[in-house]
């Protein structure tokens, strides 16, 4: 042991940087193996791939709304009058070798990694990956989102053509709808009128700098957090609460993760390479007095657009003000309650169940039936407005009537979620009694035996024991109760009206979720399982709080 | 590393009660990690080979390929194109992207195959330690915090920590009021447009002017005023500026068919009406016209408009009606406004009334 020293490279930066320390916690930290674990990688790799082919497009394109007359090779186009911003951005496309693959990998890498984030903050919130203590990392994460969201939008709205200006002009009439300052807002911000000179200058200094600065900062913060914390796992024999078991981070992390990145880098290369992506040349310059039929925002802000596009058009005008409902509530009030509601739910789910323990073995999503209900309702209402955000594309294609698409939204935002709550949760407690019957009866062999008295019956085999612990490994949880009204000496609890509303929430939590079998009940099945009195006892298997509470 | 390795403690979750968690015997008993199961590459050489010679026969592709971007990068005109079915296109385009992507995906596939197949997959165990420091390490914390604060005077000396704190939310101040002159103050810029009495209607491609006879009905024009193009020449920002707020729609309607709004009988000329083309819902250029019902569609958000009918909203999120133009012949027969909008252009804001 003495004896070896680092080779000398390694050993001057440790002697100045102490990397060796930092090396022996985590050069063979173990991280869990599970395909759902990747989608955060993807996230993060196309960040990177953003940021490479980033730098690249900046040394060509031109922040600047100064007008010149386009002498590139698009011949379609030469001689007309346009912004620098949109000249260069021809001349990356069609001048500058390699410029179009950049920026068509720069584009793609944009919509898949907001993509990723999301599908990656989907399987935080269906696992229950969000709870203590990484309940902070899950707001980081989201803020990443949201930043990441309005990076790809103020990037599409860089390169000055039709549809990019027609996107900003929305904006600001989104943002000129706000009571009392809306107007200022607008001026401050785009340096006056509409369109100005100054958006795109500004939006770039954002796009470039600002952003991704905070995105960066915020990564190096979710990482080293993913690090502390050490990375969740599912349940399964040998996992528990007080261990992470999987493969360590040198030799087979590296090579996968680090592998992976260039799987993602080659697959976002292939695309722009065959997939083409925002081609501006075909809009056109941008023009105050122009726009496509059938314009399209990127995916992620299809959503808010929905959201516009169905609200009714209300307007209040009284004591010489305007109050545009038909912004205010689409726009400006609707998604930032949806990302608050969304941003706060661990908190909200830690004060319903009252668990402050630490959790990292993760929640599979039927066995917390309710708060998977509550992401499919999520879902389904994020789904319908963004569906919403294509009511005109729906129309053409099927030839529907555009007013009963835009109708049949107004209402299905509404109905759709709690239909799609109430489904999720039904099916996630029918997985959790069929995941009970496996482990009582075991499996269906398709094996019918006829008895002596002439009953048939199917054979079935008892599952292995690795498989029966990875079903049970699960906490029995019951709704809160609260305690008597008043203690031994007549005194009244305190905050009783929100204890009870809290009580509620917790039996809407986990009062129809099914227990996993106790040992009795399945030794008492495994003793007598197969027998004529089966059928009898399906209902006390699975039992749930309520019927347990009508006995 | 290696006692971590070896077997685990059962799960000790019993005689523990919380809140919400009710924990009771287990039913099944912890069996620990599942037996490693050796893949082929660990039991047989020759599979073990085989794998080697597949990620390295990756790299070495990986290689060739990166080489072939930088050759395709010269060999390839830039404007060159592709023309073989779905895959037609940009011929410098593909082969770079198609030699870079492949080259890339081959690196990380053949490292992902590495791992999988050829490197130790036996799962190790680590231990997790609670977040939260331990008992003694909060008390050296607090003391020495105390400590400080109490060197520090902080808390003794009110006068200090009072005025250091003035001084610092002052500083809040100049991070707001510096950026004052991001932009004007709106003044009464939303309320007007560079129409004015007696500026004629052009064509917004042409810039001719339009006479009343030039119309058909059942034809919308889109149109500006006729001072707009002069201004591109002086300030292309002032002209952009004007143009998204000047810029308008004439068609022209059976006059039987026409529902005009009281106190605009003389606004059109023989069923000619003029209205803004910018959308009262959030500014979109409103463009898609049906010619046999008048109406006429935002297509950004599809606030439908009735042109007959005062431009009312007869669908969509917009509340207001297009504003209208005025219109008047000039002593030569062509088209020209009365006078300027007589209400402001474009999406709503707050201090409209």
């Not at chain 2, 300030?235 to 068609?251: G, H, L, T, W």
Request: aromatic residues 10%; glycine residues 10%.
């Amino acid at each position: 042991m003495s004896d070896k020293d680092f080779p000398p490279p390694v050993k001057y930066l440790d002697d100045r940087l102490g990397i060796g320390k930092i090396g022996k916690k985590n050069l063979r930290k173990v991280f869990p193996d599970h395909w759902s674990f990747m989608l955060g990688e993807i996230a993060l790799y196309s960040f990177i791939i953003l940021i490479l082919t980033g730098i690249f497009l900046t040394f060509w394109f031109k922040p600047s709304m100064g007008d010149v007359q386009y002498q590139g090779s698009y011949s379609l186009l030469k001689g007309l009058h346009m912004s620098e911003a949109y000249a260069s951005t021809l001349d990356i496309s069609f001048d500058v070798r390699g410029g179009l693959l950049m920026r068509q990998i720069h584009h793609w890498a944009a919509v898949l990694f907001i993509a990723a984030m999301m599908v990656h903050l989907l399987r935080i919130f269906f696992t229950g990956a969000f709870r203590k203590p990484r309940e902070l990392n899950w707001v980081i994460g989201f803020t990443m989102l949201f930043l990441g969201i309005i990076e790809g939008f103020i990037g599409y709205g860089l390169p000055d053509d039709l549809l990019s200006g027609t996107g900003l002009r929305i904006t600001q009439g989104m943002i000129g709808a706000s009571p009392v300052i809306g107007t200022y807002l607008n001026f401050f911000i785009f340096g006056g009128e509409f369109p100005g000179d100054d958006m795109v200058p500004r939006f770039f200094t954002v796009h470039v700098l600002l952003i991704p600065g905070l995105i960066l900062a915020l990564v190096t913060v979710h990482l080293f957090l993913v690090v502390y914390h050490k990375h969740t796992q599912y349940p399964g024999p040998g996992r528990t609460e007080k261990n992470v078991v999987g493969y360590p981070l040198m030799p087979v992390y590296m090579a996968k993760a680090g592998g992976f990145f260039f799987v993602v880098f080659g697959i976002t290369a292939l695309m722009g390479a065959l997939l083409q992506i925002n081609p501006v040349w075909l809009y056109g310059p941008y023009n105050p007095a122009e726009v496509t039929a059938g314009s399209q925002p990127d995916w992620y802000m299809g959503w808010l657009e929905g959201s516009v596009r169905i609200m009714p058009g209300f307007e209040s005008h009284f004591w010489g003000i305007t109050l545009s409902w038909n912004l205010i509530i689409p726009a400006l009030l609707i998604p930032p309650a949806f990302v608050t509601l969304v941003a706060l739910y661990p908190f909200i789910e830690e004060w319903i169940t009252g668990d402050k323990r630490e959790h990292h073995l993760l929640d599979r999503p039927r066995n917390m039936p309710t708060r998977t209900g509550i992401g499919a309702a999520f879902i389904t209402f994020y789904g319908l407005l963004w569906v919403g955000g294509g009511n005109d594309l729906i129309a053409t294609h099927f030839g529907v009537s555009l007013n009963n698409v835009t109708w049949f939204l107004r209402f299905a935002v509404f109905l759709g979620p709690v239909l799609a709550f109430w489904l999720t949760r039904r099916i996630a407690i029918s997985l959790q009694r069929a995941d009970n019957d496996r482990i009582l009866h075991g499996l269906e062999t398709g094996v019918i035996m006829r008895l002596p008295h002439g009953e048939y019956i199917e054979k079935h085999t008892p599952i292995g024991t690795y498989e029966a612990y990875e079903l049970t490994a699960r906490e029995r949880k019951l709704p809160l109760e609260i305690g008597p009204e008043t203690d031994d000496n007549g005194v009244r609890a305190p905050r009783r009206a929100l204890n009870k509303v809290r009580a509620a929430l917790s039996r809407f939590y986990f009062a129809d979720s099914v227990q996993k079998p106790t040992q009795d009940e399945i030794e008492e099945a495994h003793a007598h399982g197969h027998g004529p009195g089966d059928e009898h006892e399906e209902l006390t298997e699975t039992e749930t709080f309520h019927e347990v509470t009508k006995h | 590393m290696s006692e971590d390795q070896s077997k685990l403690p059962a799960v000790s979750e019993a005689d523990e009660k919380e809140h919400g968690a009710v924990v009771v015997s287990e039913p099944i008993r912890d069996p620990g990690i599942e037996p490693h199961e050796p893949r082929i590459t660990d039991i047989d050489p020759k599979a073990a080979d085989r794998v080697e010679r597949q990620v390295s026969t990756m790299f070495g592709l990986a290689a060739l390929l990166t080489v072939g971007s930088c050759v395709a990068y010269f060999a390839i005109p830039r404007d060159a194109e592709l023309v073989f079915g779905p895959l037609s296109g940009n011929a410098n385009n593909m082969t770079l992207g198609l030699t870079l992507g492949l080259a890339l995906f081959l690196i990380g596939a053949g490292a992902i195959q590495w791992a999988k197949k050829l490197m130790v997959d036996e799962e190790i165990v680590e231990y997790r330690h609670p977040a939260h420091a331990t008992p003694e390490q909060k008390a050296d914390i607090i003391e020495g915090y105390q400590q400080g604060v109490e060197e520090s005077g902080f808390t003794r000396r009110k006068l200090i920590s009072r005025s250091l704190i003035a001084a610092m939310a002052a500083l809040g101040l100049p991070t707001i009021i510096f950026l004052r002159d991001l932009g004007p103050l709106p003044g009464r810029k939303l309320y007007t447009t560079i129409w004015a009495k007696g500026i004629r209607v052009v064509n917004d491609v042409t810039l001719r002017p339009i006479k009343p006879s030039d119309l058909q009905v059942g034809q919308l024009v889109n149109a500006a005023p006729a001072n707009l193009a002069p201004i591109e020449e002086e300030s292309p920002v002032e002209y952009q500026n004007a143009k998204a707020k000047a810029a308008v729609i004439i068609v022209r309607i059976a006059p039987n068919e026409i529902r005009t709004p009281a106190g605009r009988e003389n606004w059109g000329i023989d069923g000619i009406l003029c209205y803004s083309k910018i959308c009262t819902h959030v500014g979109c250029p409103i463009s898609l016209y049906e010619q046999t019902t008048h109406h006429v569609l935002c297509p950004c958000h599809q606030s439908t408009f009735d042109l007959a009918d005062g431009a009312k909203v007869i669908f969509g999120p917009a509340a207001r009606p297009l504003p209208q133009l005025p219109l008047a012949v000039d002593a030569e027969g062509y088209l020209v406004a009365q006078s300027d909008f007589t209400e402001p252009v474009g999406p709503s804001f707050w201090e409209r009334g």
